[in-house]
């Protein structure tokens, strides 16, 4: 990924002037739980494959890490089926869960699923743009929020108000971990005319809306509306290989870590606005096989 790379995109995006007609957009923002609902009625619990690289990315996630004396509570925002949930539950014999979504139907299927014991997990249904977490979780008693791609769910005039729901129940020194589409992903490149919202807002054949994140507009949301600390944020570029299904190809993620402050001093620190640390230059291209994510592909 390079500067001809962007140039490029950026070349193919111009191209897509339309844009939803207004109607359509607020229905399209108002029903997104209902899409969701649906997506879950028709594909159970088979869209996703759990996610078995999330403590490749996020040492957080390891068996082993310490965050405090106590054992380490989690809470996963859009935890769809609870892909992201079972393999760290598998592994970390200690760390307790919260799981929410706003898909009943999808925090049925965590409920009912074999792995699920409500000794070390509670899933719940909750809206995260405006059903107080604080109503479920005590305030300021959380370790680590999980947000895998469920922030490109959101209509971007709601997702603030997402961060400062999240930052309520963090506890100080707390860590949001994040992986979302990337700005340029092929998902984004490849939509056709008739999909976009706004820029980078588009809605996808069943509904659901999907936001491809620049790490400004992540730096935006949780350093600055958030005041929260950013550790990292930067574009990641992987290379998803799937030979049965004849996929090779390079797919674009946003990916960050942001902390709550834990003193005065970070505070202040976090109302500054500490610098970003990637850019598309520092992106490595990686090969991995295909561990769920190339389902994402098929969605747009
Ligand atoms: C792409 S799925 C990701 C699921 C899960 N995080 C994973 O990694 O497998 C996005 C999820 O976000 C949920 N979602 C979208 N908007 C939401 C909102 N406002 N509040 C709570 N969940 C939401 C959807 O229902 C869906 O389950």
Same mark, same amino acid.
């Given at each position: 990924?390079?500067?001809?790379?962007? +140039?490029?995109?950026?070349?193919?995006?111009?191209?897509? #002037?339309?844009?939803?007609?207004?109607?359509?957009?607020?229905?399209?923002?108002?029903?997104?739980?209902?899409?969701?609902?649906?997506?879950?009625?028709?594909? #159970?619990?088979?869209?996703?494959?759990?996610?078995?690289?999330? +403590?490749?990315?996020?040492?957080?996630?390891?068996?082993?890490? !310490?965050? =405090?004396?106590?054992?380490?509570?989690?809470?996963?925002?859009?935890? &769809?089926? &609870?892909?992201?949930?079972?393999? *760290?539950?598998?592994?970390?014999?200690?760390?307790?869960?919260?799981?929410?979504?706003?898909?009943?139907?999808?925090?049925?299927?965590?409920?009912?699923?074999?792995?699920? !014991?409500?000794?070390?997990?509670?899933?719940?249904?909750?809206? *995260? #743009?405006?059903?107080? $977490?604080?109503? !479920?979780?005590?305030?300021?008693?959380?370790?680590?929020?999980?947000?895998?791609?469920?922030? =490109?769910? $959101?209509?971007?005039?709601? %997702?603030?108000?997402?961060?400062?729901?999240?930052?309520?129940?963090?506890?100080? &020194? @707390?860590?949001?971990?994040?992986?979302?589409?990337?700005?340029?992903?092929?998902?984004?490149?490849?939509?056709?005319?008739?999909?976009?919202?706004?820029?980078?807002?588009?809605?996808? %054949?069943? &509904?659901? $809306?999907?936001?491809?994140?620049?790490?400004?507009?992540?730096?935006?949301?949780?350093?600055?509306?958030?005041?929260? *600390?950013? $550790?990292?944020?930067?574009?990641?570029?992987?290379?998803?290989?799937?030979?049965?299904?004849?996929? +090779? =190809?390079?797919?674009?993620?946003?990916?960050?870590?942001?902390?709550?402050? *834990? +003193?005065?001093?970070?505070?202040?620190?976090?109302?500054? @606005? !500490?610098?970003?640390?990637?850019?598309?230059?520092?992106?490595?291209?990686?090969?991995?096989? #295909?561990?769920?994510?190339?389902?994402?592909?098929?969605?747009?």
């Amino acid at each position: 990924m390079d500067n001809a790379f962007v +140039d490029k995109a950026k070349d193919v995006l111009a191209k897509d #002037t339309s844009v939803v007609p207004e109607f359509w957009q607020k229905k399209y923002k108002n029903e997104a739980n209902k899409n969701w609902d649906k997506f879950y009625n028709r594909n #159970t619990t088979n869209f996703f494959k759990d996610r078995h690289w999330t +403590d490749r990315e996020f040492e957080e996630l390891r068996p082993g890490h !310490t965050f =405090s004396e106590e054992k380490p509570v989690l809470l996963e925002v859009g935890c &769809g089926v &609870g892909n992201f949930i079972w393999p *760290i539950l598998e592994r970390n014999s200690d760390i307790y869960i919260y799981a929410c979504d706003f898909s009943p139907r999808a925090v049925d299927f965590v409920k009912t699923n074999e792995n699920y !014991t409500e000794a070390r997990c509670k899933a719940f249904v909750c809206d *995260i #743009t405006k059903d107080r $977490l604080v109503d !479920t979780i005590p305030p300021h008693s959380v370790d680590i929020v999980s947000a895998i791609f469920v922030f =490109s769910a $959101l209509p971007p005039e709601k %997702q603030a108000a997402a961060v400062a729901n999240i930052v309520e129940i963090l506890k100080p &020194g @707390g860590r949001v971990l994040l992986r979302d589409y990337g700005m340029y992903d092929l998902a984004q490149l490849r939509f056709k005319a008739g999909h976009k919202l706004e820029d980078n807002l588009y809605v996808r %054949q069943d &509904g659901t $809306l999907s936001y491809y994140f620049s790490t400004e507009r992540l730096h935006e949301l949780f350093v600055r509306y958030g005041n929260l *600390i950013e $550790l990292e944020n930067e574009y990641v570029v992987k290379r998803l290989v799937n030979l049965k299904k004849s996929i +090779d =190809s390079e797919r674009i993620f946003a990916q960050a870590k942001f902390q709550a402050p *834990i +003193d005065a001093g970070d505070i202040e620190a976090a109302m500054l @606005g !500490t610098k970003l640390s990637g850019g598309y230059g520092s992106a490595v291209p990686e090969s991995y096989k #295909t561990d769920g994510e190339e389902s994402e592909i098929l969605v747009d």
